[in-house]
């Protein structure tokens, strides 16, 4: 049948007579672009997309988005190029290559103790498709999601659109601590799911051991599944190692632990992330990610798996160029007046905005300091949905040197015209 289709639209364009647009009504591709799903028509680009697209049309500095300035550890690079010359480049396993299952596993082992076998392991085109395939296979409609807020801006509308109800419990700054009594006061008879993000960005902070048995044993008694964004788990400067919410007793059963080679070695661009999960749960989240990418590009995912069996110590010299950057950025703003909250994980830095004495919303702030400063940040009102706090700017630090210091010179002097 569909070569017969081939053959008659062939044959149409030949005549000349084949109109697209014609085409696209007749199969009703034309109908009126109200017509799309609700959840998209009411939703605007990401606050990400929109603050890196003005600092290109602008040419500010980008400290907005999440991502290093540098090109990539070396080795990775030339692992990719390697494997893109000698590999395969054709589909590899939707569940993802063998090779990096398996190194995604040693690695947790190694690095926090966790006894995942590879086949709980399912890779994924980025960290954001591993939250896709987790919220359409999990979330049923009419399901209430408990989102701690700030949450990734993808969280509410994916619930959504799997048609559940995000059910929001905010944190507030300066700590952003997890309450045991706003967590009870919002689960209901029908909460299924927590998205928990461990550690948390934009926040920059890690929950503690009592927040994490708390929150598990609410999960425990309600009987709760969780997906586990855990994409910061190595991006830590607290000289703690990571301890997932998936090792709590009883968790392993209910959680989607998510990863990202993204941040772990900073390619944000390579979109490879991973899922784990025990099997009553990996098979529906493998299900629906075969309907989404089907697959990762190989080369990557053979780059991914060297780069994860680096030794511990190239882990802790790439933290410690991070940990420097944070320093040198956090050292700038706070000489230029303003007030930096704690950071202990990610690559981000939150400015109070009320605590450095500037009377502007935040995303009044982060407008005029792109376009008056050359700067670009990201308000993290923009992470909330509903009241959240307005004066909370976040700054990227994942940058040159260079870079930094001369953000820091021009946000120094947009101080001073916002007094
Ligand atoms: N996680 C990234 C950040 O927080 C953004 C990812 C994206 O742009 N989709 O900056």
């Known amino acids: 049948m569909a070569n017969a289709c081939e053959c008659r639209a062939a044959a149409r364009r030949r005549k000349g007579g084949w109109n697209p647009f014609r085409a696209g009504l007749k199969s009703g591709l034309n109908r009126p672009m109200g017509h799309i799903h609700p959840v998209y028509a009411a939703m605007t680009a990401t606050v990400f997309d929109e603050m890196s697209g003005l600092a290109r049309a602008l040419g500010a500095i980008n400290l907005g988005q999440g991502f290093p300035d540098s090109q990539g550890p070396p080795e990775l690079i030339a692992a990719a190029a390697r494997a893109l010359a000698e590999r395969s480049n054709q589909y590899p396993p939707s569940g993802g290559l063998p090779d990096l299952r398996a190194a995604i596993a040693a690695f947790y082992a190694r690095r926090q103790g966790l006894q995942i076998v590879p086949e709980h392991v399912l890779v994924t085109s980025g960290a954001t498709e591993a939250i896709a395939a987790a919220v359409l296979a999990l979330v049923q409609p009419g399901d209430e999601v408990i989102l701690f807020q700030p949450a990734y801006d993808a969280y509410a509308p994916m619930v959504r659109r799997a048609g559940g109800v995000p059910v929001s419990v905010p944190l507030s700054p300066p700590g952003w601590t997890y309450r045991a009594e706003d967590l009870e006061a919002a689960i209901t008879a029908r909460t299924t799911l927590l998205m928990f993000n461990d550690p948390l960005n934009p926040a920059g902070t890690v929950a503690s051991a009592p927040e994490l048995a708390m929150i598990a044993d609410a999960c425990r008694r309600h009987d709760l599944r969780v997906i586990c964004d855990e994409v910061w788990e190595d ?184 007094r």
Not at 259 to 279: E, M, R
Not at 304 to 327: H, I, K, M, T
């Open 235 to 418: 991006v830590r400067f607290d000289g703690i190692g990571h301890r997932s919410l998936l090792d709590l007793p009883g968790m392993a059963e209910r959680a989607v632990k998510i990863g990202s080679a993204g941040k772990i070695f900073g390619l944000t661009g390579w979109k490879i992330g991973w899922l784990c999960a025990a099997p009553a749960l990996l098979t529906g989240v493998a299900r629906a990610h075969q309907f989404l990418t089907f697959t990762t590009a190989p080369a990557l995912q053979w780059a991914g798996a060297e780069g994860l069996a680096l030794p511990d110590a190239w882990f802790a010299a790439r933290n410690a160029a991070w940990a420097s950057s944070r320093e040198r950025l956090r050292a700038g703003l706070a000489a230029a007046g303003y007030t930096v909250l704690p950071n202990a994980a990610t690559w981000f830095l939150c400015v109070d905005l009320a605590a450095s004495g500037i009377d502007l919303p935040d995303r009044t702030f982060s407008e005029r300091a792109i376009r008056e400063a050359g700067v670009a940040s990201i308000p993290v009102s923009a992470l909330f949905e509903g009241e959240g706090p307005r004066h909370i700017v976040r700054f990227c630090f994942t940058k040159a040197d260079d870079v930094l210091d001369e953000a820091v010179a021009r946000l120094a002097a947009f101080r001073e015209t916002v």
